[in-house]
């Protein structure tokens, strides 16, 4: 089991930055594939960002550019830097995990919401334009 613990959401005006940050405990992030993901009002959680256990880094073609992921292991906490941020990214945005041998084994594809078996409980950010 591995608990995920999101933080670093807020209000920001358009073209600002956030840092979010997911920080876990009960298992190493390093062997996972972390996620992040977000949910607007009304509309369904869509894929944002993703880190696997070799570093690879995956992006939604929405914020590529723009948001960098990245993993510290000697603190198990996964961040979502968010540059240049637009009104459109308002939403509550959630980290996800699944381990290796589980994406392996199943086939998992880092940007369906199914692949990960862990999830926080989300931080809001909300863009003024």
């Not at 944002?48 to 000697?74: L, M, P």
Request: hydrophobic fraction near 30%; glycine fraction near 10%.
């Amino acid at each position: 089991q591995v608990q995920l613990v999101e933080s670093g959401g807020g209000l920001v005006q358009a073209g600002g930055s956030l840092r979010l940050s997911c920080e876990a405990s009960g298992r190493t992030l390093r062997s996972y594939v972390t996620g992040w993901f977000r949910q607007a009002p009304g509309k369904e959680r869509d894929f944002v960002a993703a880190i696997n256990w070799n570093d690879n880094t995956y992006y939604a073609d929405s914020v590529k550019g723009r948001f960098t992921v990245s993993r510290d292991n000697a603190k198990n906490t996964v961040y979502l830097q968010m540059n240049s941020l637009k009104p459109e990214d308002t939403a509550v945005y959630y980290c996800a995990a699944v381990p290796r041998s589980d994406y392996v084994y199943y086939s998992g594809t880092y940007y369906y919401k199914d692949s990960y078996d862990y999830w926080g409980q989300g931080t809001q950010v909300t863009v003024s334009s």
